[in-house]
C-alpha cells in the first residue's frame, strides 16, 4: 500500500507544477519581435512597433528598457521590482501595474488608463497621461508634464510623496486626494478637485478653477491663485507666506495665517475660523458668515 500511495502522490505534485506557467521577465531591451516574446510578451502583427503583455514579473536586479518607436502596451499584470526604463518609447497601461522598484519614464509617453500602485521610485520627465486611478505609497516625481484627464485620480496615501520640480507642470481635471505630502515647485493647475488632509507645500504657482477643500495644511511661499470659478474651501490651516490671489470665493472654518500678501476681487468669508498676523487684505475686504 505505501509503495503505490508514494509514486501517484509524487505524480500529482509533479503534474500540478508542471500546469503552473509562471510568467516572468529577464533583463533586456524591447527592440522588436524577439526581444518582446522574451519577456513573456506578443508582438501585435497589425503594429509593428507594439509589444503585448497580459503578465510581466521584473525581479529586483533586473531591468527592462523600451526604446525609441516601441510601445509597451499592459494588459493584465506588471509587477516590477526592479526597473522599467521607458528610453523614448511609450507604455500603456490599461491593466495593473504594482510597483516596489523604479519606473523611470524618459520616452515619448506613459498613458495610464488602469491602476497603478506605487511603494517604489516613478519618476516622469516627460508626458504622463491619467485617466486611470493612481495609489501613491511611496515617491512620485515629475520634471515633466502630468495631465489627469475627468476620469483619472490621483490618491496620495500617508508616507506618500509626490514632487513636481521646477520644470514640472500638473494639470488635473480629475480627482487629487492627498494623506501625504504634495511639493509644487512649478505649476499646479486644477479644474477638478483637490481633497488635502494632510500637507501641501508650494514655492511655485498653484492655479485653482474649481473644487480645493483643505482639512491638512497649506504653507504657501509662492503663488496661489483662485480664479472666477474657483472655490477654495478651508478647514485647517492655510499658511500663506507668498501671495494668495483670490478672484472666486474663498470659505474659511479654519485658520488663515498670514505673512505675505492676499488680494482679494472675490468673496472671502470666515465663519468660525480666523485671519491672523498681518491680516491685510488688499480690495475687497474679507466678510463674515
Known amino acids: 500500500m505505501r509503495q503505490t500511495w508514494i509514486p501517484v502522490l509524487i505524480f500529482s505534485i509533479v503534474v500540478i507544477f508542471a500546469g503552473v506557467q509562471p510568467s516572468f521577465a529577464i533583463s533586456g531591451v524591447i527592440y522588436g519581435s524577439y526581444s518582446c516574446q522574451r519577456i513573456g510578451g506578443a508582438w501585435d502583427a497589425s503594429n509593428a512597433n507594439t509589444c503585448i503583455v497580459t503578465s510581466m514579473v521584473v525581479f529586483r536586479g533586473e531591468t527592462v528598457t523600451i526604446l525609441p518607436g516601441i510601445t509597451l502596451v499592459n494588459d493584465g499584470t506588471i509587477t516590477n521590482g526592479g526597473v522599467l526604463f521607458n528610453s523614448g518609447g511609450s507604455i500603456y497601461n490599461k491593466g495593473a501595474i504594482t510597483n516596489a522598484g523604479t519606473i523611470s519614464n524618459n520616452g515619448k509617453m506613459f498613458d495610464n488608463y488602469g491602476t497603478i500602485s506605487n511603494r517604489g521610485t516613478i519618476f516622469n520627465s516627460v508626458s504622463f497621461i491619467n485617466g486611470g486611478k493612481i495609489f501613491n505609497s511611496g515617491t512620485f516625481s515629475n520634471d515633466g508634464n502630468i495631465t489627469q484627464n475627468h476620469t483619472g485620480v490621483i490618491i496620495n496615501n500617508q508616507g506618500g510623496t509626490i514632487t513636481s520640480t521646477s520644470n514640472g507642470v500638473i494639470s488635473n481635471l480629475g480627482t487629487i486626494s492627498n494623506l501625504g505630502t504634495i511639493s509644487n515647485h512649478a505649476r499646479l493647475f486644477s479644474d477638478g478637485y483637490i481633497l488635502n488632509t494632510a500637507g ?90
Open 200 to 289: 501641501i507645500y508650494n514655492w511655485g504657482t498653484v492655479s485653482n478653477s474649481f473644487n480645493f477643500t483643505n482639512s491638512g495644511t497649506i504653507t504657501n511661499s509662492g503663488t496661489f491663485v483662485n480664479n472666477h470659478s474657483g472655490i477654495v474651501t478651508n478647514r485647517n490651516v492655510i499658511y500663506n507666506a507668498g501671495t494668495l490671489s483670490n478672484l472666486g470665493y474663498i470659505l474659511n472654518h479654519g485658520s488663515i495665517s498670514n505673512h505675505g500678501s492676499i488680494s482679494n476681487h472675490g468673496t472671502i468669508k470666515i465663519c468660525k475660523g480666523t485671519i491672523s498676523v498681518n491680516p491685510v487684505v488688499v480690495n475687497s475686504p474679507y466678510v463674515s458668515c
